[in-house]
Nanobody, 124 residues
């Protein structure tokens, strides 16, 4: 079994930055690709960014391209989401998720484990 725990969320002013972390524990050998999703109040959960197992491939949603950057450190069993130039519309609960395949998908299908989420609030 794999457990994911997000941290690093909080309240930030528009234009600011936050760095989210996702700690991976348990059967880490089951974890391949990682991704970040987010869910705003009253909206469906959406894909934000994903990264392959070896870090060589990343994908990012158009809405955050050029502002958000995903990375991982397999030696530490951690994944990260660097969020810059934050906007009020980035306010959401952010979740990390692990995929059984080497490459991430923008669809929730295939993600077998999810964290509990961390709240990010961007004030205007």
């Amino acid at each position: 079994q794999v457990t994911l725990v997000e941290s690093g969320g909080g309240l930030v002013q528009a234009g600011g930055s936050l760095r989210l972390s996702c700690a991976i524990s348990g059967r880490t050998d089951y974890v391949a690709a990682m991704a970040w999703f987010r869910q705003s109040a009253g909206k469906e959960r959406e894909f934000v960014s994903g990264i392959s197992y070896n870090g060589g491939y990343t994908d990012v949603a158009e809405s955050v391209k050029g502002r958000f950057f995903v990375s991982r450190d397999n030696a530490k069993n951690e994944a990260y989401l660097e969020m810059d130039i934050l906007k009020p519309e980035d306010t959401a609960v952010y979740y990390c998720a692990s995929h059984g395949r080497d490459y991430p998908s923008a669809s929730e299908e295939g993600y077998t484990t999810w964290g509990q989420g961390t709240q990010v609030t961007v004030s205007s």
